[in-house]
C-alpha cells in the first residue's frame, strides 16, 4: 500500500497578516522581527480587561470581491478567500470543467462569523427578530470561508471545514495531505482563517483569564517562552497552501515550495482548556508526524512552535518536545511566530505552515521576538529576537487547540 501513496507538493500559497497582507510582506515581517499586535480600533474597550490586538491591517475586500457581495461575507471567510484566491493565482493552477472535480476545499476555522451574530444579537433584542438579516446564517457558519472560496476558484471537489480550536488550520492541511496522498483527489486548497478580535471574543477570553493585560505595552505582550508572559494576544487573519499530487505539479511546469511529509493528530482527552501534564498529547503529535514522514527526530532541523505566550502552554511545550526529540531538544531551531502576529486561533496553523514552507525553502528561520527573560522552565534554542539564516531541511510545525487538540505537520525541501 504505501508504495502507492503519491508525494504531496506546495505549489502556492496566501496571506492575510497583522503583519503583511500578501505572501512577500508577511515574510518581510516574519524575518524582520514586525511587531503587528497593537491597541484594538475595531471596537470600543474601554470597559475590557484586554485592550490589544493583532488586526488585520488595510485590508480591502473591494480589492478582492464586489462591494455588494464583500457586504455578505463575515470578514473571517473574506480573509479565507482573498488568502486562496492569492495562493491560486501564485501556484498557477487553472481550474477549469476539465479538472475542477480533482481540486477541493478545507479551511478551518475556530470560531466563524462571530462579529455577524454578535451584530445580529444586537438587532434581535432592540429591534426584534423580524428586522435580523437572511444573511446572518450563511454569513455566520464556519464552513463559508470552505464554500465561498470553491465558488470563486471553481473547485467542485472535496470540501471541507476542520472545526478543533487552534488546531483547526493545521488539522486542514493535514486532511487535505492525506487526501491528495491517498489519490482521492488531485489538489487541494487549504489552511485556516480568523477573525474573532470582537467585543464578546474579548470579553470571554479574559474572563478565561487567557488573554496578555499588558495594555500599556502592546508590542512587548506577545513574549512566548519569556518568563514574564502573561497570556496570549489574539489575532487575525488567514494562510492558504495549495497542496497538488506531484505528478500533476511536475506535468505543468509548477513552481514548487517544498514537500509536506508529515502528519501526526492525537487528542488529550483530559480537559476542556487545560493541557495534559508534561504535553503527552503534543508529544504524541509530534512522534507520529515523524514516522508519518519516515524520519527520525534528528532530521527535523527548525520547529514552528505553538508558542502561544500563555503561562502553561509555552513549559508543557517545551517537556513535549522533550520527550520527542530527546538529546536532539537542545540542538534544533525553534520559534514562535505568534510573538509577532499573535495568536490567529483557527487561523494560526494556516499561516504558521506558510512560514515553516518558506523557512524550508529560503533557508530561514524566523525569530521568537520579545524573548529577553527566559522563563527557566523553558530552556531550549527559541531563536531569541533575531531570524537565523541556517541550512533548513525539514521543518516540524505545531498547532494546539482547546479540547485537547494536537496536530502536528512535516515539511520537506523538495528534491526531485
Known sequence: ???????????????????????????????????????????????????????VKD?????????????????FAQFGVAASLQAIADSKLEITSLN???VGVIIGSGIGGLQVLEDQAKILMTKGPDRCSPFMIPMMIGNMAAGLAAIHTGAKGFNCCTVTACAAGSNAIGDAFRLIQRGYIKAMICGGTEAAITPLSFAGFASARALSLRNNDPAHA???????????????????????????????GAKIYGEIIGYGATCDAY???????????????????????????DAVDYINAHGTSTPVNDPS?????????????????ISSTKSMTGHLLGGSGGIEAVAAVLAVNRDCAPPTINLQNPDPACDLDYIPNVARNMPINVVLSNSFGFGGHNVSLVFKKFIP
Not at 232 to 250: H, P, W, Y
Not at 283 to 293: P, V
Request: glycine share 12%.
Open 317 to 333: 511545550e517545551t517537556a513535549a518536545i522533550k520527550t520527542t526529540f530527546g538529546d536532539r531538544a537542545t540542538k534544533v531551531a
Open 222 to 252: 506577545s513574549r512566548p517562552f519569556d518568563v514574564d508572559r502573561d497570556g496570549f494576544v489574539m489575532g487575525e487573519g488567514a494562510g492558504i497552501l495549495i497542496l497538488e499530487n506531484l505528478d500533476q505539479a511536475i506535468a505543468r
Open 271 to 297: 480537559h476542556m482548556t487545560g493541557i495534559a501534564p508534561g504535553g503527552e498529547g503534543a508529544a504524541r503529535a509530534m512522534s507520529l508526524a515523524i514516522k508519518d514522514a519516515d524520519i527520525t527526530p
Open 59 to 75: 485590508f480591502d475586500p473591494h480589492d478582492y470581491f464586489e462591494r455588494k457581495e464583500a457586504k455578505r461575507m463575515d470578514r
Open 1 to 55: 500500500m504505501e508504495n502507492h501513496l503519491s508525494r504531496v507538493v506546495v505549489t502556492g500559497m496566501g496571506a492575510i497578516t497583522p503583519i503583511g497582507n500578501t505572501l512577500e510582506d508577511y515574510w518581510q515581517g516574519l524575518i524582520n522581527g514586525k511587531n503587528g499586535i497593537g491597541h484594538v480600533t475595531r471596537f470600543d474597550t474601554s470597559k475590557h480587561a484586554c485592550q490589544i490586538g493583532g488586526e
Open 100 to 102: 475542477d472535480t480533482q
